[in-house]
């Protein structure tokens, strides 16, 4: 089942929230055996869909279906791709980001290196817990607020998740705990619970940021569209010089 739909504004919004939210992209949805595909589409057909912009009505949406996996297309744009990936998070299903078969660099892991992982992920938490638990309570007391912060970042497959770490971009005055911190990369030692969780991994595939995975993505379909193009114009340019030899 496949359907065409172009988000459209609703009555009730003003030109400026209409242009502050970026309601202007369409999508098309293909639906097929549980696995929700979202595709960048041509505004061929206009169907107004308000779910597709609200993110409340999408999270409604995601949970009444069958969908258990969700993978969406780097080229529906940043409105979009934000937008689904945390309406997802909230119903709890899996967002994975459309990658070409020759992107090697978020391949699928093998069981035994995930166990490994798992095993040595455990292993470091626990040693490391009771300087964690000390950073998190000398960040709270120079910093009152929030001592973890997060970050969409793609994995194996190009599923997405939020990797978690210490908060150190909130404070104004660059401490000398903050600065140890990031010269030493403590600030992702939460992150080993996303090794726990299978979303990454201590050794083998590394994961980058949604806005790199989309940017590398881009790029990599820009260069083999200009590639094709030159083949193809390569091959036409033979045939128009046998051509002429034959005449």
């Not at 005055?173 to 991994?201: A, C, F, S």
Request: glycine share 4%; hydrophobic share 40%.
């Amino acid at each position: 089942m496949t359907t065409s739909l172009v988000p459209a504004l609703q009555n009730s919004y003003s030109e400026t929230q209409a242009h502050k939210n970026n309601h202007f992209s369409s999508c098309t949805l293909q639906w097929r055996r549980g696995q929700l595909l979202v595709k960048s589409a041509s505004n061929t057909q206009k169907i107004h869909l308000p779910s597709l912009h609200d993110e409340e009505l999408l999270v409604r949406c995601l949970e009444k279906t069958l969908v258990n996996v969700v993978s969406i297309d780097p080229n529906v744009g940043e409105y979009d791709l934000k937008l689904w990936v945390e309406a997802c998070e909230q119903a709890g299903k899996p967002i994975f980001l459309r990658l070409p078969s020759s992107n090697k660099q978020f391949k699928q892991v093998s069981r035994w290196q995930k166990l490994i992982d798992w095993i040595a992920a455990l292993f470091l938490l626990v040693i490391m817990s009771p300087i964690m638990l000390g950073l998190f309570v000398i960040l709270q007391i120079e910093s009152p607020g929030s001592a973890f912060s997060s970050e969409w970042q793609v994995g194996e497959r190009g599923k997405i998740f939020r990797a978690i770490k210490f908060c150190t971009t909130s404070n104004l005055n660059i401490t000398p705990l903050v600065h140890l911190m990031r010269k030493y990369d403590l600030d992702h030692l939460p992150q080993l619970w996303n090794v726990l969780r299978g979303e990454m991994t201590l050794m083998g595939s590394r994961t980058c940021t949604l806005e790199n995975a989309v940017r590398i993505t881009l790029a990599g379909q820009q260069q083999m569209n200009q590639l094709s193009k030159i083949k193809d114009a390569w091959e036409e340019s033979s045939l128009l010089h046998l051509d002429s030899q034959t005449l």
